[in-house]
């Protein structure tokens, strides 16, 4: 019995002994059949690329309608840059024309501005439609940006560092500056000395 008891407490042991193996050896095959697996099916690998290189291939896709979109909306720049003295100049010659309407009786000047005047007007209304609009800076703060100082004034009545006069307007593109306004700033002198 003692033998017995001995032999069943040996296969007992063998028995787990083969199953600690086989479970070892399980894992091990498993390990390597899933790397097995991979190697030889690799779809999940290549899946996660394409994937990727989609993204990737659309993103660009993107950048590439967003730049040309840009192209489009800026490419009459140069040519409006262009045109923008001979909206000076129409303005200038209404300036002028106004005090010399007003002493003349001569019917021929009045209708000369008016026709200046509705030329002007409807090539304002053109800029309009191109995405051209005047920028207002008298009063406003000085910015570098927007404005190009010409000169500088000293006025009691204008903050410091504020445009006092405009001297050419100044116009954007689509919100993007195609010309800065030429400005005169008001510098205190009081401010300077005390700085």
Known sequence: MTESRENSSQGTENAEAAAAATNVD????????ADQAQAADP????????????????NLRKRFVKEKSEVVRYANEELLKALLPVFDNLDLA???AKGFEEK?????VKNLVMGVEM????F????????????????????????EAIGEDSKTDVKDNHVVSELQKGFTLHGRVLRAARVIVNKNKAADTTN
């Not at 030329?119 to 409807?122: E, I």
């Open 94 to 96: 209404i300036k002028s």
């Open 124 to 147: 304002e209304q053109t800029l309009d439609r191109l995405g051209v609009a005047s920028m207002k800076a008298a009063g406003q703060p000085f910015d570098p940006s927007l404005h």
């Open 104 to 108: 003349a009786d001569n019917p021929f």
């Open 26 to 33: 399980e894992a091990a095959v498993g390990a390597a059949t």
């Open 43 to 58: 779809s999940g690998e290549w899946k996660d690329r394409v994937l990727y290189l989609t993204a990737e291939l659309e």
């Open 119 to 122: 030329t002007l007007k409807h």
